[in-house]
C-alpha cells in the first residue's frame, strides 16, 4: 500500500491546482481595464494589464495558493516515483478543477460526460496506484533475493 503521507500530498497537490484554475479564471474576468481600447499589439500596455491584474485579491490569492500546490508538487517529486505522481496529480488537478468550475456556476456543456470523465479518470488513478504499488514489492522482493545471495 501507498504511504499514507504520500497519497494526501498527491490529493492535496491535485485539489491546490484543480480549484485554483478556475477561480484564477473567474477572478481575473471581474478584473477591468480601462484601458481596453488601447492596441494589442503595444506589449507595454499588454504587460501593464496584467501586472495590474495581480493588485487584486481575486488574482493573487489564488495564483498564491496555486504556487503553493507546485512547490509542494516539487517536494513531493523529490521522494516519490515520478511515474505515479506526475499522471496521478495533474489527473486529480482536472477532476478537482470541475468540481470547483461547477460549485461555482460555470456552465458545463456536456455534465454526464464530465462526470464519467472524471469517473474514468479516478479509476485510472486508482489502477495506476495499485500497479505501481505491486511493482514496488516484486522490486523489493529481488532486490532482498539479491543481497541475501550476495552474503
Not at 498527491?10 to 474576468?29: Q, Y
Not at 470523465?117 to 522490486?139: K, L, R, T
Amino acid at each position: 500500500m501507498y504511504p499514507w503521507r504520500e497519497i494526501c500530498s498527491l490529493v492535496l497537490v491535485g485539489a491546490f491546482w484543480g480549484c485554483t484554475n478556475p477561480l484564477l479564471r473567474k477572478g481575473s474576468s471581474f478584473v477591468s481595464s480601462s484601458n481596453e481600447s488601447e492596441s494589442a499589439s503595444n506589449f507595454c500596455a499588454t504587460v501593464k494589464r496584467s501586472l495590474n491584474k495581480f493588485r487584486q485579491v481575486r488574482v493573487w490569492l489564488p495564483y498564491a495558493l496555486n504556487q503553493c500546490g507546485s512547490v509542494l508538487y516539487y517536494f513531493l517529486l523529490a521522494s516519490s516515483d515520478l511515474s505515479v505522481a506526475v499522471p496521478v496529480c495533474n489527473a486529480l488537478s482536472l477532476v478537482f478543477s470541475c468540481i470547483t468550475s461547477y460549485l461555482l456556476g460555470e456552465r458545463v456543456d456536456q455534465p454526464i460526460k464530465a462526470i464519467v470523465g472524471s469517473a474514468f479518470v479516478m479509476a485510472g488513478v486508482a489502477i495506476c496506484m495499485s500497479c505501481q504499488d505491486e511493482s514496488i514489492q516484486v522490486e523489493d522482493k529481488v532486490l532482498q533475493e539479491t543481497l541475501v545471495g550476495e552474503l
